[in-house]
């Protein structure tokens, strides 16, 4: 019944927005999928296809997450996040690096971790867990590929299979440790203004929200883990070509407060 009402709760809150939105919403056995396969501007939710990437091959021993890393002017990026405001002797782990690029979506720490991890290996991963939708084909803030017509593209039904993922491992087989690493970088994270906008956060486990976060001009994306009262629901809210982000922003902490109100039931 709670999911019926939650699907009514959603389009009403959905259908004055001017713009396109992709909804994809997992609860236990039911779902809510509204557009769940259309592609749109990936924003900063590629970064979550990163950070399985780079988990990924941690696991393999492929790449250490300890290992320090240097970080040049050149590669120092504008933006969201603070690397490129902090000193250049500063030597992060890679470890360090994902937590940044997760919890304040720091663009310079984004592109180092590629430079470490390969777009192509992103994009096999992506293959692999039948992202059919997204793509990662430049850097962020690489303003020279975008010109080129070289962009990064996701989907509400892949940010829910990364989700997934990084809930469960089942497809990839992430170990318990660092699917537990991956759900606490995405639980701080610190752009609250959507999910969890509109939600009386009683401690931090109170609800548990686990959510990244998207946003440009036109763009406003929302993907997370919700945990409350012994319930868990993944929800991915992709919205594009709006015409007001204010808008989008809203109708997303609309939605995420109908979440938890058809979780307290």
Same mark, same amino acid.
């Given at each position: 019944?709670?999911?019926?009402?939650?699907?009514?709760?959603?389009?009403?809150?959905?259908?004055?927005?001017?713009?396109?939105?992709?909804?994809?919403?997992?609860?236990?056995?039911?779902?809510?999928?509204?557009?769940?396969?259309?592609?749109?501007?990936a924003a900063s939710l590629i970064k979550i296809p990163i950070l399985l990437e780079a988990f990924r091959q941690a696991e393999k021993n492929h790449i250490d997450l300890g290992?320090?890393?240097?970080i040049s002017e050149e590669e120092r990026v504008g933006g969201a996040g603070v690397l490129h405001q902090l000193s250049s002797e500063l030597n992060p782990t890679l470890r360090?690096?994902?937590?940044?690029?997760? !919890?304040?979506?720091?663009?310079?720490?984004? &592109?180092? #971790?590629?430079?470490?991890? @390969? *777009?192509?290996?992103?994009?096999?991963?992506?293959?692999?867990?039948?992202?059919?939708?997204?793509?990662?084909?430049?850097?962020?803030?690489?303003?020279?590929?975008?010109?080129?017509?070289?962009?990064?593209?996701?989907?509400?039904?892949?940010?829910?299979?990364?989700?997934?993922?990084?809930?469960?491992?089942?497809?990839?087989?992430?170990?318990?440790?660092?699917?537990?690493?991956?759900?606490?970088?995405?639980?701080?994270?610190?752009?609250?203004?959507?999910?969890?906008?509109?939600?009386?956060?009683?401690?931090?486990?109170?609800?548990? !929200?686990?959510?990244?976060?998207?946003?440009? &001009?036109? #763009?406003?994306?929302?993907? @997370? *883990?919700?945990?409350?009262?012994?319930?868990?629901?993944?929800?991915?809210?992709?919205?594009?070509?709006?015409?007001?982000?204010?808008?989008?922003?809203?109708?997303?902490?609309?939605?995420?407060?109908?979440?938890?109100?058809?979780?307290?039931?």
């Amino acid at each position: 019944m709670e999911i019926q009402q939650l699907k009514k709760d959603v389009k009403e809150i959905l259908e004055p927005l001017d713009g396109k939105c992709g909804l994809a919403l997992e609860w236990e056995n039911r779902e809510i999928f509204i557009q769940p396969h259309e592609q749109c501007p990936a924003a900063s939710l590629i970064k979550i296809p990163i950070l399985l990437e780079a988990f990924r091959q941690a696991e393999k021993n492929h790449i250490d997450l300890g290992k320090k890393v240097n970080i040049s002017e050149e590669e120092r990026v504008g933006g969201a996040g603070v690397l490129h405001q902090l000193s250049s002797e500063l030597n992060p782990t890679l470890r360090d690096l994902l937590a940044l690029m997760i !919890i304040v979506s720091d663009n310079t720490a984004t &592109n180092r #971790v590629i430079e470490e991890l @390969g *777009i192509d290996s992103v994009n096999r991963l992506c293959a692999q867990l039948g992202l059919n939708q997204t793509t990662l084909q430049r850097k962020l803030f690489d303003f020279e590929a975008a010109e080129r017509g070289c962009e990064n593209y996701t989907s509400a039904h892949d940010m829910l299979d990364c989700l997934r993922e990084i809930a469960t491992g089942k497809q990839m087989g992430f170990s318990q440790q660092s699917r537990n690493e991956m759900i606490q970088m995405l639980g701080g994270q610190q752009f609250t203004n959507k999910i969890p906008a509109g939600i009386i956060q009683y401690d931090e486990r109170d609800p548990f !929200i686990a959510h990244k976060t998207g946003e440009v &001009n036109g #763009v406003e994306h929302d993907v @997370g *883990i919700i945990r409350y009262r012994g319930k868990e629901i993944l929800l991915a809210v992709v919205m594009y070509d709006l015409t007001n982000n204010a808008d989008g922003r809203e109708a997303i902490s609309e939605i995420g407060k109908s979440v938890i109100r058809a979780m307290g039931k």
